[in-house]
């Protein structure tokens, strides 16, 4: 099972926050926000859910890459089964929980992903594929 979506670059992106990675609905975002790796993501709030409440297993793997594909990032994470905010994703290293956070436990956050990514990402025109995995519980 699976979910997709898209989010843009923005100039300001640095990807420096060390325990967590946001993507945002906003079209704007500050030099503050350095867990932002991308904009005007295209999420939808209502499939989003569903995707969580079908999901067999709260062990999810996110793929972040490039239109080409020449570009890409693997984050392992715990899935946050009350996600409930209809404009942010947050990705967390540690175990907070927020009605914005998705996911926690996870293996990167901004600070790990590849520079080169961040350096993609600092042009508004281009644009990020997010899938999200969830891995089957075999018992």
Known sequence: MQYTFHA???PDILGT????????????VTLNGNCI???C??????KL???IKKARSTKITIN???????????????LNLDFSHNE??????????SQRTLAIKANKAAFDLNRQLIEF???????????????RQFE
Do not use: C, P, W
């Not at 993501?41 to 209502?46: G, K, L, M, S, V």
């Not at 942010?88 to 929980?97: C, G, H, P, Q, S």
């Open 88 to 97: 942010e994703i947050v990705i967390r290293k540690t175990n907070f929980i």
């Open 8 to 10: 843009y670059g923005h």
């Open 37 to 39: 790796i991308g904009v």
């Open 121 to 135: 990402l600092k042009e508004k025109q281009n644009v990020i594929g997010v899938v999200m995995v969830s891995e």
């Open 17 to 28: 926050h060390k325990t967590t990675l946001e993507f945002t609905k906003e079209k704007e």
């Open 49 to 51: 859910t569903e995707f």
């Open 64 to 78: 972040v890459h490039t239109r080409d594909k020449k570009i890409k990032e693997m984050i392992n994470a715990e």
């Open 41 to 46: 993501a295209d999420f939808d709030f209502d």
